[in-house]
């Protein structure tokens, strides 16, 4: 009978124990899924994303941080973080086919502002000064980056599915993509500009911490000088090939944060959020394409995002990067957005509702649905928000 | 003493042109000014800038935000190939705009670098893959 009994107690537990849901990834988890060997690219690329980098083994010359979780760091390595840094581009309307210089043969987009012992020491300067005549200065905050390799994974038909630049459903949104220099459709960026993961993280270690790799294997220009001579000691490339794997494995495998459960309030937000027009851009789910791997392929993910460029607005202006001018960003993915402290590309909004009532350009019917509402729906749609 | 010094001529001289022999033994013999040299990078990015009297093109490319202007200079000998339309042809040079996407093979030791084949792809504004 005791053994009856423990038998059945055993077996009632692995059947509850079959029956329970995997548990949701937390922020700084991998992507479920994952096979042996990409986990343990996961383990090994979270380490180099959170190296230190020195002088010695390649920091700088010039550098907005001393490696990838310096800024990606709240709550975890891939975060967000509290560091804002300067981009800088002259918009040419009257140029057609070169409208926007990204002053990429002086030192830009990106401008640091740091610089090391020897390259103070060598020009006297504290961080990377701008060219002459540029009048706009962008701020860019440091967005978490979870979830970025499902984004990777959604195809270029998805993205120009959601295009309408000419408006011709007429309800005003239009949305177009950005392109990168040789023409590819854009994704990553603030602006959409960068069109694959890999780019953007091969690309941000030369660009963010002055580490140069076989992607990148030159360090940029002081303002379009060359580097005094003495001032970069490490040999290139500071950062070998398997390492560069790693660390974008890192990254491209951190899971999207999954949005808590809905109370019955944020289930009207939600469905608020859904009738002022927001998804009209922050597409609540795209869905990935074939890949290689698994985990990313065939996925739907919580974006909310269309990844398309839209004008949001003169308040908002600053540069032209690509194809898109001045008022033109790309919809921010709202996932994980409760782990954010501040809001916008500047993080010039403290609270999400700041960030609505900032919207216009084309937001601006959303924006003006949302002021209208009565209060507890604007609270439901808030409380919505703060479940992503 | 005149014997003397006949003696110790070749003690100088002979080093002395040992040495010059050597110099230009190792020297490597200078390339005439026209020989092509290999192609040794390669370039996909839009044209930023375009001198048809010089003949050079300066293209924005780059990874991710490191972006960077290279500085390409089109022998007369050389075919653009334009890419963009249905079927391949040959353009001049003027025919390029500000925005075209070109790929490029080219040598050289310092900017502008000289082109070895140039091909437009199409226009920055419209894609190359894909179009909106």
Known sequence: MTRHTLIIALALAAAAACKRPPPKPQPGDPLPGLTAAQRAQFDSGRAVFESTFTAPTGLGPLFNASGCAECH?????????????????????????????????????????????????????????????????AARTTPDIFGFGLLDAVPDSVILSYADPDDKNGDGIMGRPNRFVDGRIGRFGRKAFVPTLREFNDGAFQVEVGITNPSVPEEGTVTGRPLPPGTDPAPDPELNAHSLQLADAFVRFLAPPPPLKQSREATHGRDVFMQVGCAGCH???????????????????????????????????????????????????????RLSTHFLHDGRAATPEQAIDLHGG??????????????????????????L | ?????????????????????????AAPPAPPAAAPAVPHDSVRGAIRSIDVRSRTVE???????????????????????NRHGSQPDVIALGQLKLGDVVRAQFGGKAAPFVVY??????????GVDSTP
Request: charged share 20%; hydrophobic share 50%.
């Open chain 1, 283 to 337: 597409v609540p789910v795209l869905r990935t394409g074939d890949n290689a791997i698994a985990a990313l392929s065939h996925q739907e993910v919580a974006a909310y995002t269309d990844l398309l460029l839209h004008d949001m607005g003169e308040g908002l202006a600053d540069i032209c990067f690509g194809l898109a001018t001045p008022s033109e960003f790309r919809t921010e993915p709202l996932m994980g957005l």
């Open chain 1, 73 to 137: 760091e709240s709550p975890v390595a891939g975060g967000v973080g509290d560091e804002v840094e300067r981009h800088a581009a002259v918009f040419h309307p009257d140029r057609p086919g070169f409208v926007c210089d990204q002053l990429a043969a002086v030192g830009g987009p990106v401008f640091q502002d740091s610089v090391t012992a020897a390259l103070h020491a060598a020009l006297g300067i504290d961080r990377e000064a701008l060219p002459p005549g540029v009048t706009t200065v």
């Open chain 2, 59 to 81: 293209v924005t490319a780059g990874v991710g935000y490191a972006l960077r202007v290279v500085a390409l200079q089109i022998p007369a000998s050389v075919s653009i190939t």
């Open chain 2, 117 to 126: 084949t140039i091909e437009r792809l199409g226009r920055m504004t419209t």
């Open chain 1, 362 to 387: 084309e937001a601006t019917r959303s924006r003006d649905l949302f002021r209208s509402l009565p209060a507890a729906d604007r609270a439901a749609l808030l409380l919505f928000l703060k479940t």
């Open chain 2, 1 to 25: 003493m005149r014997r003397i010094a006949l003696l110790f001529v070749p003690l100088f001289t002979v080093p002395l042109a040992a040495a010059i022999a050597q110099q230009h033994t």
